[in-house]
């Protein structure tokens, strides 16, 4: 099988956003390491006997066939996209991604994510708290009983790359509901996974403030159109792209869209954000997708498809006007 690696030079890398004192302790570590000439060589696990490249193992469930016969869930027809904007391919999807927890080479994440998902995924939770009537674990049992539907969704990294993806999965309006947060609450937020000694990224990459978190404000988190993801392409989600969910909120800027969540937690003040606390003058709170707000080092005009390779206008709210309602104009 030969090795696809997707890496054009259109791409910008969210990391050339570290701050220079992080870059600096980086090179603490390494040097004190005697890493310094080796870095390279530990590099991607390309060519590792232990990573398989037949694509139906590059698609597979991290949960194995468990939850199998929730998929394929009914296509939501108020989702779909028109011909301007053809579904990706589920191969080129699933070999560029932004998961930081494996590393930040897109064209390596699925490789690192197969062999971490291989050696079996943690006993899974979701642990909810803050303002709630009473904080509550949901098992994946739980979490995979809520009715499930497929919607194809844009989606736009603010690297500017974009793509069009099937998502399965339910609003996250059901699942809010479902923890019962107090009228003071807010905003809600949300923690990914932590395992320190198992993610190579986490190991890797220490002055990042892991685990990962994001925040949405409560009305934008019960707009219609914020959807908890299990499955893409009809199964469950491997690995790379966030097993056993993640969040799909295609208006915003994709780092929005928190994957591996293990917790939830209601809030009356607004929470921080992993991007937002390390560069808050190039990743707002709000990120909401909008081609007349550049991105600091480069124009938010225009995206490229992954799969067509074409270069098309970026559209206010990603396209999704019905958003719009929520907001007065001043949020960054
Ligand atoms: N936990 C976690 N969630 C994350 C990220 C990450 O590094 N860690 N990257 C974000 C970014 S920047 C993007 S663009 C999307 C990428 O999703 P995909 O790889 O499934 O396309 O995941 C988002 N969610
Ligand atoms: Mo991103």
Redesign the pocket.
Known sequence: MPHIRLRPDWEIP?RLATPESVYLSRRQVVASLGLAAAGLALGTGTGCAAVDDDPRAITRPALGDRFADRFPAARNAAYQLGEDHPLTHEII?AK??????FTTD?GA?WEKAQVYEKAGLPPWKIEVGGLVEKPLTLDLDALFRFPLEERVYR?R???R?A?Q?PWTGFPLATLIDHCKPLGKARFVRFV??LDKDRLP?QMDYPWYPW??F?ALRLDEARHPVAFVVLG?YGHALPM???APW??AIPWK?????????VRMEFTAERPPT??NQLQPDEYGFFSNIDPAKPHKRWTQETETDIGTGEMRKTLLYNGYDQVAELYDGSEV
Do not use: D, I
């Not at 560029?96 to 927890?101: L, P």
């Not at 800027?253 to 969540?261: A, E, I, M």
């Open positions: 969210e999807a560029h991604n932004n998961f930081y927890e897109k994440v989606f990294c603010v690297e790359w793509m993806v990914s996974l990224g685990p990962y994001e893409v790379q792209h966030g993640r969040l800027y994709g780092y929005k869209g928190p994957k591996s969540v992993f991007w």
